[in-house]
């Protein structure tokens, strides 16, 4: 393989990498985070904020901090 590859310990299991965990937990986050939001605020503003915040600080943590590798 050519290219800058990053090595065994990047894979959680075998077939599923960092990259492909963020995008699994973005929509949780949002939906875990919306849940408690709107339990203790009313409306729907405030929760979808603190949703998408959240939701967004894993998309720039995927693709900033911790970018995908190439294939």
Same mark, same amino acid.
């Not at 990498?17 to 939906?31: E, G």
């Not at 875990?32 to 959240?54: H, K, N, Q, R, T």
């Given at each position: 393989? !050519?290219?800058? @590859? =990053? #090595? ?6 075998? #077939?599923?990498? =960092? ?15 919306? &849940?408690?939001? !709107?339990?203790? &605020? ?8 603190? &949703? !998408?915040?959240?939701? #967004? ?8 901090? @911790? ?5």
């Amino acid at each position: 393989m !050519s290219g800058s @590859h =990053r #090595g065994r310990e990047t894979a959680i299991v075998e #077939g599923v990498d =960092r990259a492909d965990l963020i995008l699994l937990a973005i929509p949780l986050v949002f939906c875990v985070v919306y &849940a408690v939001g !709107s339990l203790l &605020a009313s409306g729907y503003a405030l929760p979808v904020a603190g &949703a !998408s915040l959240a939701s #967004g600080a894993l998309v720039v943590d995927g693709l900033f901090w @911790h970018p995908p590798g190439e294939a």
